[in-house]
Each structure stands twice: as C-alpha cells, then as structure tokens.
C-alpha cells in the first residue's frame, strides 16, 4: 500500500517537527504548517490525503480551520489534536467531521497507529470512488441509445423521473428491451447514485424465501433462522431496490412491500419491531397486461395503482425502428473495443435487412447478433452475408418484394427519396412534426433537421 500525503497544521514547532521526523520514517511524506491560515494553502495547493490539526492555535482556530478544510473537501481525514482533557472540543470535532482525536501530550506511537488506519480508510475511499466512477460512466444516459420518437420520450420522462422523490417506478415492457438499463441509468443519474444499487430478480427467488431475503428474519422466525439476518431493504437503505418481476411475488409480500413504501416501515420476518427504511422501488415487469393479474386476484390493486403513480413504458425495438440502426451501430463501437475489431460500417443491403427483421428479443437479441459478428468477422463492412441465418431467412419468407423500395437499373438520388418520403410523411400527417416523425421512426428534432437540410423547412 503506498503512503498517504499528511499535513501537519500546529503552532508549535516542536510538534510540527517530531511528527514530521517521526512520519518520515514511516514513509509518508509529511507537510507541515504554523496556522490555520497556512495550512489551508497548502491543503488547496498540496492536496494531502490526511491532515493532522491542532484545536487550540492563536488566529484561526482548529475548529474554524475543520470546517474551512471540509467544505473544500468533505472526505479528507482529518486527525484532531486536543488539549489534555478538552474532550468537549474534540467531540464537536469529530460531529464537524473530524476522524479521530489525539489528547497531548501524545505518544508518537499512537499518531502511527491512526495513520495506519486511515491510510487503509484512504485507500478505500479512492477504491470505492474509483468504481463509482466507472458505474456512472457505465449507467449514465448517454449510454442507452434512444433515438426514435418512443424512446427519446421515455429517456426524457426516465431524466425527470430520476431526479425527483419519485419512490416508487414502475417499467414496463417486453424481456430485452433495456428495462434494467434504464432502472440502473435512474438509479446513477439520482441523488441515491452513492448509495447502493440492490438487483432482485424475483422470479430466481424460491416463494417461500421471498419475504425474508427481502425484509430479513429474526433468530428464531424458522427452523433455519438459527441468527438474525438483514434483509435486502435493509442493505438498500438510502438507495435503490430493483425488483425484477414485481408480478410474479406473492400476495403477503406484496402487502409488505405496500407497507414499506407508503409507511416506510416493515418487520423482519418473525420480528415485532418496526425498521424504518427509505428506498425507491424500481420495478419491472415483462407482462404485457398486470392489470388482468390484478383483476383475477393474483395482484393486490392497491399495489399495483400505487406503482402506476410513474409508469415508464419501453416499446418493443419493432414498434420504434429508428432505433434499430444506431442500436448496431452503438454495439459495434463497443465490440470493437472489446474484441480489438475494426468494423466501421454497415452496407445499405444489411441495414435495409436489419431494419425490417422483427427482433422477437428486442435490443438484445440485436446487441447479441452484433455481437456475434464482430467475433467471428474480420470485416470493415456488415454485409448481408455477414448476418445470422434466421434474419436472412426470415425477410426470404415474410417480406414481400414489392414492398421493399427497388433500385432502378440507373439508380437514384439518395437524399431525392429521403425529401420525398418525408414529405410523404408530413403530407399523411397533416403536417404534425411530431406524427409526421413517428411515422418514419425518428425524432421530431432530427426530423426538423432533415427538413431543414434538405429545403423542406
Ligand atoms: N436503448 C439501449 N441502448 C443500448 N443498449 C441497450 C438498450 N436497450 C437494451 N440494451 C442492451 O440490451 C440488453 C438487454 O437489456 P436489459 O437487460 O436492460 O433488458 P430487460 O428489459 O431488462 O430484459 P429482461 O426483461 O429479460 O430482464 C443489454 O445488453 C442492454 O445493454
Ligand atoms: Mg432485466
């Protein structure tokens, strides 16, 4: 483990001087100040991972200089030093924020011990932001293409979601198109985003374990519980639980789940006490109607209505291809990345082929066949050769050549066909941009664009 960087904030020289010797020794490398003032200079010009601060200097005092060091940085480690018996000061310090305290006089020793230990807290602390750093980078919006009119609805409707107290979401649609993307992109673009992130995949649950997993047990509720175990809300708290499924748990779980999100409240299993908790239930269902479940009994009503206050609704990849296109082209970026390929484009032949397959599997049965090519080919060009068998027979057997648009033995003019489809477009929508935009699976904005471009606006 490499040594931290300390600071060393005293008026008294000789104090600033022992620690530094001392801590050398160790291997840290040590930066000392006389003042308050001082040492928040260095502090802002140094960046040091832990600074040790003396409580009772002239000018600025210790506990002025804490709160001025915390508000540039609310993680630093700061190490107090009192005078002897001033355990009032050092508790006020240590609610500001402070790490631990040291009384004078002081043995060297003891300042090794604490250092040693927060040099672990420090490692840790820039761990755990390092991976935050890569789930925000992986989770963020940016990250989920959503290109056609439905989806940049639902994106923009998912943003606004995210950022409110919204404590309860519900997702809907079809297996494989994107709702676990998009719960984590809510979850990470939340105030929650430091909290965790806790994944139920309900139906991989045995029923009878449900409800403890979920809100725990106590020692005793069951022949097994032979200790007391936490649930998953438990380890949630202040954060998101993602419940995958929602429509396949049973109905005493689902009061519970009722209880803990309009009272946030709930009891382990075979406890009496009541837990608060405060989690936002993102659920989910692939269920194309849980209402009908709501109407044969199988789904309490109440449940259900208070997950419908925000209802998101993901189409089938089919019913918004507009995004089927920048979905291939997003997964070959990432593939190439991955695989070390240079695939740079896709042929007109294989995206007109793309574009009509009906993708039963939504995004990922796309993002698989991607995948799949950018293994096995080493092509600069997806041609229609280059793609799965079932795609190409399913377009030999299901589409009708003369729906297709043929190419004319002289050709065409590319943009000719696009102003005229367009304007089509507009034309059979009684000039509504934004049904206009529906009709050809693009957003009203690029919609605008291409008017724009090609003399139509
Ligand atoms: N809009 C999108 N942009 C980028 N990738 C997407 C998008 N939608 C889905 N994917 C990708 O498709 C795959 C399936 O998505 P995801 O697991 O979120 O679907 P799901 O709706 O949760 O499916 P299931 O109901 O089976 O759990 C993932 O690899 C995901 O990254
Ligand atoms: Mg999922």
Request: hydrophobic share 40%.
């Amino acid at each position: 483990m490499t040594q931290s960087k300390i600071l060393v904030i005293d008026d008294e020289e000789f104090i600033t001087k022992s620690l530094k010797q001392h801590l050398e020794k160790e291997d840290c490398e040590v930066l000392t100040a006389g003042s308050g003032e001082e040492g928040l200079e260095i502090f802002r010009t140094d960046v040091p991972d832990i600074v040790i601060l003396d409580l009772n200097m002239p000018g600025m005092g210790g506990i002025e200089a804490l709160r001025s060091l915390k508000k540039i940085n609310n993680d630093i480690i700061v190490i107090i030093i009192t005078a002897h018996g001033d355990i009032e000061t050092a508790v006020s310090a240590i609610k500001l924020g402070a790490y631990d305290f040291v009384e004078k006089p002081f043995e060297l020793d003891r300042i090794s011990v604490l250092i040693r230990k927060a040099n672990e807290t420090v490692h840790l602390k820039r761990e755990v932001s390092y991976f935050r750093g890569e789930k925000y980078d992986t989770y963020n919006f940016s990250n989920i293409v959503g290109e056609s009119g439905p989806m940049t609805e639902v994106l923009t409707l998912a943003r606004k979601v995210a950022e409110s107290d919204a404590n309860t979401i519900f997702i809907q649609g079809e297996s494989g198109t994107g709702k676990s993307l998009l719960a984590r992109a809510i979850h990470y673009n939340s105030k929650r985003a430091s909290e965790p992130f806790v994944e139920v995949t309900c139906t991989a649950i045995p029923e009878a374990l449900i409800e403890s997993e979920l809100f725990g047990h106590e020692r005793g509720a069951f022949t097994d519980a032979k200790v007391a175990k936490k649930g998953l809300f438990e380890f949630a708290s202040g954060g998101t639980i993602y419940l995958d499924e929602i429509g396949d748990i049973k109905m005493t779980t689902q009061a519970k789940l009722l209880r803990a999100l309009e009272e946030k409240t709930f009891k382990r299993v075979g406890g009496l006490k009541d837990i608060k908790v405060n989690v936002r239930i993102v659920a989910t269902t692939n269920k194309k109607n849980l209402e009908g479940a709501v109407q044969d009994g199988s789904f309490r009503a109440d449940l259900y209505y208070r997950l419908k206050v925000f209802p998101i609704y993901i189409p089938p990849l089919r019913e918004r291809r507009g995004d089927i296109i920048p979905l291939a082209l997003h997964h070959i970026d990432k593939f190439n990345k991955e695989f070390r390929k240079n695939v740079k484009s896709i042929s007109k032949g294989a995206e007109a082929l793309l574009y009509k397959y009906p993708w039963h599997g939504n995004a990922r049965e796309l993002r698989n066949v991607v995948e799949r090519i950018c293994i096995l080919e080493n092509t600069e060009t997806i041609y229609p050769e280059h793609l799965p068998t079932e795609v190409i027979k399913y377009i030999d057997e299901h589409v009708d050549a003369r729906d297709a648009i043929e190419l004319p033995n002289e050709g065409l003019s590319l943009k000719g066909v696009e102003r005229d489809l367009i304007a089509q477009a507009l034309k059979r929508a009684d000039n509504n941009q934004t049904k206009a935009a529906k009709l050809l699976g693009i957003s009203r904005d690029a919609l605008r664009y291409k008017m724009q471009k090609s003399g139509l606006l």
